[in-house]
């Protein structure tokens, strides 16, 4: 490993051999094992390791670097064994890292995993930002890692050569960005277009290379010219001891993107001649005694002024584009990256992008978050920002179970590209790209968000729609009368805004929803002369909705009411038996009972009534669905599931005669249900449906089959089940069955609202 002994040559003798006894031990691991590209294996950690001192990173990484395969890969090595050796650091990063590395494996495993696709990748994402807000090295390393299996992904299948490029394109790319180390974002972004677009790369490869001699002899040129006019002004000496002027090629992938956003070609492109001066400042002079903090802050102004002064000399040589300058000194990126920008004409005609920036904001620009372990302070990394993110990663742990979902939010709101942007006394708000005043008021304060009825952008006023610039100064307009709009949802781009929005609307749903049952049950109440404060009593209504519910909160009674699942008549009776009797005395005599309730056929009790009971046909109710009964005229009670649309007529057209109705404990059976399978028609279709029920030792009481005009098959079964838990195994493993797009309790009946 000559070159990794060279890069940390300069490090304590005690590092130097840790590194080194980390390296034969992983050259005794992978001892006779090959990569795909038939090299011995060890030359992939070995290279992990490199990319990691180029970072500068600690030795605990480098060393983690080289063993971060050896506990999935080789048999008798464990993270204790690890830890013993090396400590606990290493093992925490080697840990980490196996557990993401084992996901990646699996992903590509799809036949013998359950995760697949989109899922493995959001899972895979999942565990790799989770390990990430436990060590933050874990995700440099596996950058690393990523960026050297890039560089060697030629050996692959194309097919995999794609799945790698994309996730690497989506996600490890978009890390980096956001861990600010510029140097391995542009690598994988230009990698992962090889592969992703192969032939718009090679055309911009051939095209860039036909003029790369022009483009080398005028950035030469450039660069005498700029330097010159530095050496020769009389200021900068005094506060610079060193200038560092070079030539900088854009990266493929940053032309192909501006060349497809911007629709232009390639020789529209102004800033494909880049210089990039990086000015090293002298050591300051401070007072004996001066306070560290004022030191540092002394140093930040004076680095900001060489900076200033030297782009005015860039301006004084050669003629500014407008409207290409851009400073992110004053408004640094999200990420913490610091440089001025600005595009000149030269001499020979051609723009030539000019980046001027402080050797310290340059080692924070190519090595962001890495730069901590070289520089081993916090002050100079936005490291405010990078702790606000690492909080944004655990609040999204918390609060989205679904891996999917989770893999949206993160690429919206972490992952995506950044504006900054600023509140009216000039603190710094960063936000996705393509943020709107709306999402700004409700990073702020959620009470801002709903109060909101304006927003001024840069002192004018703009709609709330409006998508905000990097840089921009935006003040909310509220009023105390202000509300949400649900039309907020439409430009709405952060998590945070679209869930708040929606929960506001769920909350004044939901109180509103409370007062209409709330309203219905005192109405019927008081038309039929009842004592409605003594009857709507909390305890008594606590009460009525354990019989009729099963909890004691009034407002699931309440939600049922305004929702139609049950009616103020059937409330009323459980509240006021008088009211029972007297509804009672008012139906036919044959069907008045003077004894209490009763267990019917089928198991069913019927509240207040002995009558003959059947289960409706309409919608087949079985044992554990929520059910009510209606007296029909002659024909008893006829029982029906509370979903089924004819109940749901008959709670609003007749509630005078619906009954309450449940389930009997004491009594078991099986009840016949009818579903129809539907699915487009193919061959063998019918026998792989049949096939599943016989795995699950099911046997049809009735088949019928048929086709129609859209070439849909229907599938109905009379089947005789024990529950909803036993209906429910048979619908999933219908619904398994290739094809199938949906399995409907009730037939074909209930899909064409027959009445039962």
Known sequence: MPELRALIADRPASEVKRVEDAYVFAREAHDGVKRKSGEPYITHPVAVAVILAKLGMDTESLMAGLLHDTVEDVEGVDFESIERQFGPDV???????????????????????????????????????????????????????????MRTLGSMKPEKQQRIARETMEIFAPLAHRLGIGRIKWELEDLSFRYLHPAEYEYLTSRLRTRQEEREALITHAVAQLREALEDDLELPEWVSDIDITGRSKHLWSIHNKMQKEGKALEQIFDLLALRVILTARELTVPPGTDEKRRERAEETREKRVCYHTVSIVHSMWTPLPGRFKDYIAVPKPNGYQSLHTTVISQSGQPIEVQIRSKRMHEVA????????????????????????????????????????????????????????????????SLPAGSTPIDFAYHIHTRVGETAVGA??????????????????????????GKPSKDWLNFAVTRSARTKIRHHFRTNEREEALKKGHDLLERYLRKRQLAVRQLMRTKILEEATQKLMGTRNPDDLYLALHAGKTTPAVVGRILSPSLAQEQAAALPSRRRTPTPRAPEAGGVYVEGF?????????????????????????????????????????????????????????????????????????????????RALTLLKVSPMKIEAGVNAENTAHIGLRLAVSGNAELERIRNALMKVEGVTDVIRGGRKARNGASG
């Open 91 to 149: 093992r925490r990063i080697v840990e980490g890292e196996t557990k993401v590395s084992k996901l990646s494996k699996q992903g590509s495993q799809q036949a013998e995993v359950a995760l697949t696709g989109r899922d493995m990748q959001a899972e895979n994402l999942r565990q790799m930002l989770i390990a990430m807000t436990a060590d933050i090295r874990i995700i440099v390393v596996k950058l690393a890692d990523r960026l050297h299996n």
């Open 366 to 429: 190519e090595y962001g978050v890495a730069a901590h372990w070289m520089y081993k302070q916090g002050d100079h990394l936005a490291q405010k920002d990078r702790e606000n993110w690492i909080a944004q990663l655990r609040e999204l742990q918390n609060e989205i179970n679904d891996a999917s979902d989770y893999l949206d939010a993160v690429k919206t709101d972490i992952l995506s590209q950044r504006v900054r942007v600023f509140t009216p006394k000039g603190l710094a708000v």
């Open 456 to 481: 001024r952008v840069n002192g004018s006023i703009v709609p709330l729609a409006h998508k905000l610039n990097n840089g921009d100064m935006v003040e909310i307009v509220t009023s105390k009368n």
């Open 610 to 690: 002995t009558t003959s009971t059947k289960l409706a046909n309409c919608c087949s109710p079985m044992r554990g669905d929520q059910i009510m009964g209606y007296l029909t005229r002659g024909r008893g009670v006829s029982v029906h599931r509370l979903d089924c649309p004819n109940m749901i007529r008959l709670l609003k057209d007749e509630a005078e005669r619906c009954v309450a109705a449940s389930w009997d404990a004491g009594t078991t059976g099986s009840s016949i249900v009818e579903l129809d399978v539907v699915a487009p028609d193919r061959s063998g279709l019918l026998a792989d449906a049949l």
